[in-house]
């Protein structure tokens, strides 16, 4: 099972950007699908970007052109810059890999926009 670990959250100001890092335990980490999820209070949580295990990329159509999803195998981490964040990011981040039957979660990161 992957143990993943999230990093980067914070309090920016709207206009403002962040990045947020996840890195994943274990072998192997090249094969899987990877994505980033947010989950705002009292709403359900909702996909943010994904890169599969070949490098295919799609965004959910709320970031497109202000998030960017990549991914180093060789650090066994994926990121997620967030540029010209809104109130409306505000939310829990969360990291998933997938693959098969396969599916791991980190614990969330706070990501918070306000002035």
């Known amino acids: 099972q992957v143990q993943l670990v999230e990093s980067g959250g914070g309090l920016v100001q709207p206009g403002g950007s962040l990045r947020l890092s996840c890195v994943a335990s274990g072998s192997f980490f090249s094969i899987y699908n990877v994505a980033w999820y947010r989950q705002a209070p009292g709403k359900q949580r909702e996909r943010v970007a994904a890169v599969t295990s070949v490098g295919s990329i799609n965004y959910a159509d709320s970031v497109k052109g202000r998030f960017t999803i990549s991914r180093d195998n060789a650090k066994n981490t994926v990121y997620l810059q967030m540029s010209s964040l809104k109130p409306e990011d505000t939310a829990v981040y969360y990291c998933?890999?997938?693959?098969?039957?396969?599916?791991?979660w980190g614990q969330g990161t706070q990501v918070t926009v306000s002035s």
């Open positions: 998933n890999t997938h693959k098969g039957p396969y599916d791991s």
